[in-house]
C-alpha cells in the first residue's frame, strides 16, 4: 500500500494566501493622513528593518493583532533571550531569498552530457522560510524590546475651517476625538477619529472623517440597524452624497488613501 506524503510546506502559497485575506479584511498599506507616533517599520531582533514582502506583511499583522513593538524574532532568539513565547500565540511566516555557489569541482565527475557549465551555472538560487513572533507575544523580554512612542507632533496650521466644520457637526452621527486610528464600531454605533492637530492638513481630516461616516449607513435603514459596515463603499448617506455643496472637495491624497482602502 502506497504511503501517502505529507505535502511539502510552501512559503509562497502562505503568503499569497495571507495577502488575499488581507485584502477581504479591508486592510491595506494605505498611508494615513495622520501622525500617530512611534515607528511602525517592523525590525528583526537586532534592530535590522525588514524589506519586501516581509516589511508588508509583518505591518499588517502587527496592525490587525495590535502589537506596539516593532521588533519580530524566532522562537530561538526569544529563547536565547531568556523570554518565553506566551502559550497560544500564533507566528506568522518570512521569507528569505539568497544565492549560493556550488564548487567547480561538484561537476567535474559529469562531463558526457555535453553541457557546458559555466560560472553562471554554478550559481543557484533559493528560498527559505521562517517563523517570527512580535516582540508583544513573547514574556520576559528586556524593556529596550517595547520603545516609547515618538512625541505626536502638533500642527498650528491643522485648525478647524469653519464651514466645514459646521456642515460636520450638523449630521447626526456621534463621532469621538480620541486615539491614533480612524474607524466605525457598529455595536455603539459611533465613529472614532484622531483629533483634527494629529493632521498636517485640516482638508485630510475632513476627508477621512466623510470616509468613516459614510460607513454608517442612512439612519433608521435596515443596514444601520443590523450593524451592516462598508459592505458597499459607494452608499452614503444623504448628507455626505452633497457633501460638495460645503466647497471643499477631498484632495488627492485623501482619494488615494480611499481608494487603498477598497
Known amino acids: 500500500m502506497a504511503r501517502s506524503r505529507t505535502p511539502k510546506f510552501d512559503a509562497s502559497e502562505v503568503i499569497t494566501n ?35 514582502v516581509n516589511n508588508f506583511l509583518l505591518t499588517m499583522r502587527a496592525v490587525m493583532a495590535g502589537h506596539s513593538s516593532p521588533f519580530w524574532m524566532t522562537l530561538p532568539q526569544a529563547n536565547a533571550l531568556d523570554a518565553k513565547v506566551r502559550k497560544g500565540e500564533k507566528s506568522s511566516v518570512v521569507v528569505y531569498y539568497g544565492q549560493s555557489r556550488k564548487d567547480a569541482g561538484a561537476y567535474e565527475h559529469d562531463r558526457s552530457d555535453g553541457d557546458d557549465h559555466s560560472e553562471e551555472a554554478r550559481i543557484f538560487r533559493f528560498q527559505k522560510s521562517y517563523r517570527v513572533f512580535n516582540a508583544c507575544q513573547i514574556e520576559g523580554l528586556p524593556d529596550s524590546f517595547f520603545p516609547d512612542p515618538e512625541p505626536v507632533p502638533e500642527h498650528p496650521r491643522s485648525e478647524p ?7 460636520f457637526d450638523a449630521i447626526n452621527i456621534t463621532t469621538v476625538f480620541t486615539g491614533t486610528e480612524a474607524y466605525y464600531l457598529p455595536p455603539v454605533d459611533k465613529v472614532y477619529m484622531p483629533s483634527i492637530t494629529r493632521f498636517q492638513d485640516p482638508r485630510n481630516f475632513y476627508g477621512v472623517w466623510a470616509h468613516e461616516l459614510a460607513h454608517v449607513g442612512v439612519p433608521g435603514s435596515d443596514a444601520r440597524l443590523h450593524g451592516a459596515y462598508a459592505r458597499d463603499e459607494c452608499r452614503l448617506p444623504p448628507q455626505l452624497v452633497a457633501r460638495s455643496s460645503v466647497g471643499q472637495g477631498c484632495d488627492l491624497q485623501a482619494r488615494r488613501g480611499c481608494a487603498a482602502r477598497l
Do not use: N
Request: proline residues 12%; hydrophobic residues 35%.
Open 18 to 52: 495571507e495577502i488575499i485575506r488581507i485584502i477581504e479584511r479591508g486592510v491595506l498599506p494605505w498611508r494615513k493622513p495622520w501622525t500617530a507616533g512611534g515607528s511602525s517599520r517592523p525590525l528583526r531582533v537586532g534592530g535590522e528593518p525588514y524589506q519586501g
Open 161 to 167: 475651517i469653519p464651514h466645514m466644520q459646521a456642515f
